[in-house]
C-alpha cells in the first residue's frame, strides 16, 4: 500500500502543477482553457526535438521548451480567447472554441510527428529505496520540484506587484480596470504563467514515462477536476486537489485496477458538485457575489 501512496503523490505532483495553470487562468480570465491540454502536450514535443533532434543540454532544452509553452500560452489568448472576448462571447462559446483550438493544434501534431508514443530515454532508470519503497530518480525530481513550484508561486502571488494584480483581477476585473490595471495585458501574463506551470508538468512526464499526441487532454480534465476538488476560487487550492487525485487514484489501482481510475475521478468531481460545489478550501458566497 505504501508504494502505491508513494506513486500516488508522484503522479499528484504532476496534477497539482496542470492544475495550479488551469486553476490560475479560469480564476482570473473565467475561460474553462481545455486548450491547455495542446499547450502541454506542445511543450513534450517541444523538448523531445530539442533534446534528441538538436542535442541540446537536458536543462536548456527544458527550459526552451516551458518557455516556448508560455508563448503557445500567449498566442492563444491573443489570437481567439481576446476577438472573442471584445464581441462579448459567453463562457461556452469560449469553452468550444478552446476544444476547437485544442483539436487543430493535436491533429497538426499529429500530421507532423505521427501518432506514435515517444520515449526520451530507453534503459533502466536509476531508482532510490527506502524502506521497502521504490521510486525512480525522475518521481522523486517531480515531488520535489512540484513542492518548490507551489512555494515559489504563493510568493509571487502574495509579496510581487504583479501576483496582486493577477489576484485583484480575479476578484473583480471592471474594478480593476477603473482602478487602473492594464486588464488585457495581465490575461496575457496570466495566460503565460499558466501555460508555463502545465509546461513544467509535461516536461517531467516526458522524461518519466515519454509522450504520444493525446497525452494533453487526460491531463487537463484531471486538473479541471483538481481545481474543483480543492476550490476554484483559491489560487494554491487546485495543488492540495492535484496531490489528493494522485493519491487516490494509485489506491484504486492498488485495490483493483487502471481501468477505474477515470470512473472515480469522476465520480468524485460529481460528488464535489453536489455537496461541496466549493471546494475543500473554498468558501460558501451570498447569492449576490455569485
Known sequence: M????????????????????????????????????ATYTLSAYFLFGLL??????????????????????????????RPL??????????????????????????????NESVILHSGTVATIDFHGITLTQIQIAQVIVAVLVIVLYQLFLRYTHLGRICRAVADDSI??????????????VVFAAGSFLAAIGAV???FDVGMDPSMGFPAVLVAA???????????????????LLG???????????????????FAILIAF??????????????????
Do not use: D
Not at 8 to 18: D, R
Not at 19 to 34: K, N, Q, R, S
Not at 175 to 188: C, M, N
Open 2 to 37: 505504501m508504494q502505491f501512496l508513494a506513486n500516488g503523490i508522484c503522479n499528484g505532483a504532476i496534477f497539482a502543477l496542470v492544475a495550479m495553470g488551469f486553476g490560475l487562468i479560469y480564476t482570473t480570465t473565467g475561460v474553462f482553457h481545455l486548450a491547455l491540454g
Open 52 to 81: 534528441i533532434n538538436l542535442k541540446m543540454p537536458m536543462l536548456m532544452s527544458s527550459c526552451v521548451a516551458i518557455m516556448a509553452a508560455a508563448i503557445v500560452g500567449i498566442s492563444i489568448e491573443w489570437l481567439v480567447y
Open 85 to 114: 472576448k471584445r464581441h462579448n462571447a459567453t463562457s461556452t462559446v469560449m469553452m468550444i472554441s478552446s476544444l476547437g483550438v485544442y483539436t487543430v493544434i493535436v491533429n497538426f501534431l499529429v500530421i507532423i510527428c505521427g
Open 175 to 188: 474594478l480593476a480596470s477603473i482602478l487602473g490595471v492594464k486588464v488585457e495585458g495581465t490575461r496575457l
Open 204 to 206: 517531467l512526464v516526458a
Open 225 to 243: 477536476v483538481a481545481c474543483i476538488v480543492g476550490g476554484l476560487h483559491r489560487f494554491t487550492a487546485p495543488a492540495l486537489g492535484g496531490f
Open 247 to 265: 493519491m487516490i487514484q494509485s489506491l484504486v489501482v492498488w485495490r483493483t485496477s487502471t481501468k477505474w481510475e477515470n470512473a472515480v475521478t
Open 273 to 290: 458538485l453536489s455537496l461541496r460545489p466549493q471546494g475543500l478550501l473554498g468558501m460558501r458566497k451570498r447569492i449576490e457575489e455569485r
